[in-house]
């Protein structure tokens, strides 16, 4: 299949060609214009086929590129913006990334290449929309405080309990030895509480969504970890179920949740 997407240079000043920057994909043709509220104020609007729709502005083509990241953090957060607005005002959407451009060719405008896009990919977007209709994306994350969780484990296993003991009324060179012991017992059971808490968690949450996604964990800025870091695809009726897991979750001690959303399904399209 012919790649549309374009990636040139950075330099957008003196561009003549013209090409069409791609938000989202929607159900319905009917034409719609936004107003100016894309990327650098400029105009949205509709390109449609039969039912679907793309959601675009006009630009020079040439990808969106910039030294400043205070102006690349801009434009992604206008792109989504407009996402979100798509989502309002049109119904099922599929986000596309951030800098999808599409160019016409020889004697081809634009906007006529952004509708044989969608003739020839009709087919596997109609099915993607299929499955996120009346669907939204949801993230959940779940940390833990690492010294209560080592409170817990130093409790709970009578050998690591012992150890931590003996410790307390060694001599410095002793307790140094017991320490390094400690720490490696310590290290072994908290890999191993964090894998079974994961799939507790992950079997607790799988039932309750369409569709689920594994992303890498982040660092935190303050003193809990990420224990797992999810996107979810949840009928919009249905996420009181998944809600009820989280507060469940909550409520163990050492353990807090973040969940966010509804958003346009990002991981899913």
Partial sequence: MKKYEIVTTSKRDGITKMAVYLYCVAEGSEESDFG?????????????????????????????????????????????????????????????????????????????????????????????????????????????????????????????????????????????LYEEKLKGLMKKEIEKRADDYFKEFYGRVRPEVDDIKIDKTKKTDNELQMLMNLSCLVVKEKVGGIGEVLDNIQSKEGFSVRFTGPWPPYSFA
């Fill in 36 to 176: 100016e509220i894309g990327i650098d104020d400029n105009r949205v609007y509709t390109i449609g086929y039969q039912d679907l729709s793309a959601v675009v502005h006009d630009c020079p083509a040439v990808a969106y590129d910039s030294k400043d990241k205070e102006m690349v953090k801009k434009w992604i957060m206008t792109h989504q913006r407009v996402v979100e607005q798509s989502l309002g005002k049109l119904g099922t959407v599929l986000p596309f990334s951030f800098d999808t451009i599409i160019q016409g060719e020889e004697n081809i405008s634009s906007q006529e290449n952004v509708i044989r896009w969608l003739a020839s990919d009709y087919e596997k977007l109609k099915e993607k929309i299929d499955k996120v209709r009346g669907k939204a994306e949801y993230g959940v994350q779940i940390f833990w405080d690492p010294i209560i969780i080592a409170d817990k484990v130093i409790q709970d296993v009578p050998e690591i309990r012992k150890i931590d003991d003996q410790m307390k009324s060694k001599s410095a060179g002793m307790a140094y």
